[in-house]
Structure formats: structure tokens, C-alpha cells
């Protein structure tokens, strides 16, 4: 049985699970509404490729719809066990890139339109972007998930099962990384005061 849309939107994450692990389609098209396409940008700034993100990004969901009807609510958040999902499908990606010669990999393409204002931002963050490809591997996913994604230390502690002292340690070291790789270049991307 499925239930209408607009029931099932309430519904917390848990809940849905165990609509869809019931057959309702409603309620996994709600979720993967909810979460795919920030799962997907997850994927992205941490693999710098949009096709790569984008399988990523449908092997979390099929995890999750797999692991669905033995969901155990109360142990983890949805959204917390996704982005420890795709860190790890990202890191073991990135393990294999290197194998095959990581500094060899093409740059994704810019696909933003020439206007003044949009080309200025997609500059920067094309920066930030290869900036970010700079860090290792824990700082990268800790700065995203905070300063990006906007998790708290204990989220990203859970996400990459460590402490969230440890947490503030890899977010302080990424951010003064960022900060040194992109000092040379506030002029350029048009952050020097006038």
C-alpha cells in the first residue's frame, strides 16, 4: 500500500525506511528526494568528478535500500549513515585513482554560463574545489562536512568514526591548509578590498 505524498513527507527517515522495506514507493522516492543531492555534492567535492559523484551517489542509495528492512532505528541517523557511506565509497574510489595514476586524471569541465558574476564565483569555486583536492583524504571530508555541509563535530565524529576533539584537529589543520594554498590568489578571485 502506498501512501499519499503529502502524508509520507512528514515522515521522518526511519519511518520511511520502514514504508519502503513495506513495498511504498512514495516513500522512497521522499527520501531520495531528502538526501540525494547531498549525497551527490558529498561525492563531488570529495572526488572533484561529476560521473564519479554521481555513481557514488546512486551506490549510497542502493545501500541504503538494501539495508533498509534491517534498518535498526535509534542506532544511527539516515543522513549520518549515507555520508559514511559515501566517504567511504569515496576514499576507496580515491585509493584506486591513485593506483592508475591520480596526477594524471583530467580536471572536471566547467559547465557554468559566461556572465561576469557567475564566472567570478565558479572561479572561486573551482579554487576551493582544487584546493580541497590538496588536503588529505580526513581533513578534506571533516571541512566539507562542517564548512560545507554544515554537520556538527559529533555527526562528523560518527561519520569518520573518530572522536570530536579529533574532528576539530582535522577541521583546524584543513582550514589553515586551505587557507595557505589560496593565499596567493584573493586578488584573482576578486577578494582584495578596493
Known amino acids: 500500500m502506498t501512501m499519499p505524498y503529502d502524508a509520507v513527507s512528514e515522515l521522518s527517515d526511519e519511518s520511511l525506511l520502514v514504508l519502503y522495506s513495506n513495498g511504498d514507493r512514495v516513500a522512497a522516492r521522499t527520501l531520495s528526494q531528502r538526501h540525494l543531492p547531498r549525497v551527490l555534492a558529498h561525492a563531488?567535492?570529495?572526488?572533484?568528478?561529476?560521473?564519479?559523484?554521481?555513481?557514488?551517489a546512486q551506490e549510497a542509495m542502493l545501500r541504503l535500500w538494501k539495508i533498509a528492512p534491517d534498518w535498526r532505528a535509534g542506532?544511527?541517523?539516515v543522513s549520518t549513515w549515507l555520508y559514511r557511506v559515501v566517504a567511504n565509497l569515496c576514499t576507496d574510489r580515491l585509493r584506486r585513482r591513485r593506483s592508475v595514476g591520480l596526477d594524471e586524471a583530467a580536471e572536471p569541465e566547467d559547465e557554468t554560463p559566461s556572465a561576469g558574476d557567475r564566472m567570478?564565483?565558479?572561479?572561486?569555486?573551482?579554487?576551493?574545489?582544487?584546493?580541497?583536492?590538496?588536503?588529505?583524504?580526513?581533513?578534506?571530508?571533516?571541512v566539507v562536512l562542517r564548512h560545507i555541509e554544515g554537520?556538527?563535530?559529533?555527526?562528523?565524529?560518527?561519520?569518520?568514526?573518530?572522536?570530536?576533539?579529533?574532528v576539530e584537529s582535522l577541521t583546524a589543520r584543513g582550514k589553515r591548509a586551505l587557507t595557505a594554498i589560496l593565499a596567493g590568489?584573493?586578488?584573482?578571485?576578486?577578494?582584495v578590498d578596493e
Open 44 to 56: 563531488y567535492r570529495m572526488l572533484g568528478d561529476r560521473a564519479e559523484a554521481e555513481d557514488i
Open 75 to 77: 542506532e544511527a541517523q
Open 120 to 142: 567570478q564565483e565558479a572561479e572561486r569555486a573551482d579554487a576551493l574545489q582544487a584546493a580541497l583536492l590538496q588536503l588529505p583524504e580526513r581533513q578534506r571530508s571533516a
Open 151 to 166: 554537520l556538527s563535530n559529533p555527526e562528523i565524529a560518527e561519520i569518520l568514526d573518530c572522536s570530536a576533539e579529533a
Open 185 to 191: 590568489r584573493k586578488e584573482e578571485l576578486g577578494y
